[in-house]
């Protein structure tokens, strides 16, 4: 179990330790690569499924890349301070939920900017499936940065060294990519390996609420051959209520698990102490 009264004493530790760090930065580096992203892609989002699929995927891309650069060193950079805190009664479920605590602050405020800056670019459809469109745009992106920092503290709690921490985090975005079912076709065992990702789900909530399977008005599939169409629909993005809880709890279980994960990590690597 945590304690609330230690979790409060870490939280304000950490975020004191950020603003002397200039955590602003975070924001600022989430506002250039957002811009960059969404002035590139946004001029052919909505009009080919293929365009539409393929700008999906960067800003899911673009949301994990900057959610793992938040916290990848954000625990193993503290390991000795830990280990010493530890023996004097620091509780670990503590520290994790003050570092979880204090990236949902910054994950928020970088959501607020991601979106902010793509709707200069995109024009997304307000038309949503539980509710206005834009809100679940915003609740994707934010799942998507806050998850994937939040996998960032589960690699940092692992890893020994920053140095560490920093060599597994190409791997990991690499595995994201690959699993996020546009690149290549996935089957079999990569397919059911592909459940334990964001990348995965993040492209199955943006799918859902732009309705890429749209029967009305199918999006052709290449704006060189405008009268062709997909052959083959994707369930996963089909415009139903279904699909966007699905994979908005998908988001929240990883979460949960990289919390857990991260508790249980820092406890065998002091279990010593």
Known sequence: MFSIKQTAVYFKKISRIAIREKAWKFVIFAVIIAALVASIVGEDMFTTYESTK???FTIVSACIWIGIFNSIQSVCKEHDIIRSEYRQGMNLSSYVLANVSWQFILCFLQSCVIFGVCMIFIDFNTEGIITNAYAEYFVTIFLLTFGSSIMGIMLSSIAGNPTTAMTLMPFVLI???IMSGVLFELSGLSE???YITFSKWGMSAFGSIADLNNAKYPMKISAVYPMVERLEEEACYDCVAGNLYTAWGWCVGL??????????SLKIKNRDS
């Not at 979460?255 to 249980?264: A, G, K, R, Y």
């Open 255 to 264: 979460l949960l698990c990289c919390v857990v994960i991260s508790v249980l």
């Open 175 to 177: 595995l994201q990519l």
């Open 192 to 194: 059911k390996a592909a």
């Open 54 to 56: 393929s700008g999906f």
